[in-house]
Nanobody, 117 residues
């Protein structure tokens, strides 16, 4: 019954911006850490950014200064704001949550981001 639903992915030109959303249901989101991952064609899934349940954040060097991860616990929703997008950002983006209490993890279905001129 736990569901993570990503949205916001679309075709965008280089230099453009997108905001991805991850709506969580079936659990209390505030109990979980959250991460955004992406997978490009022919490549392994890679971590992009994380936000802990206390609000602490980390982003990988390849997106540092361009991407911002955030959360709104009252709305059971996590976000990934993506600015100055590059063609190499093209991938399916996945939301993941994990609990340090139950040691469980859950994944969303992914949303396609395509950066192309």
């Amino acid at each position: 019954q736990v569901q993570l639903v990503e949205s916001g992915g679309e075709l965008v030109q280089p230099g453009g911006s997108l905001r991805l959303s991850c709506v969580v249901s079936g659990v209390t989101f505030s109990f979980f850490d959250m991460g955004w991952y992406r997978q490009a064609p022919g490549k392994e899934r890679e971590l992009v950014a994380t936000i802990a349940r206390n609000g602490g954040t980390n982003v990988v060097e390849s997106v540092e200064g361009r991407f911002t991860i955030s959360r709104d616990n009252a709305k059971n929703t996590g976000y990934l704001q993506m600015n100055s997008l590059k063609p190499e950002d093209t991938a399916v983006y996945y939301c993941r949550i994990n609990s340090h209490v139950t040691m469980r993890e859950y994944w969303g279905q992914g949303t396609q981001v395509t950066v192309s001129s």
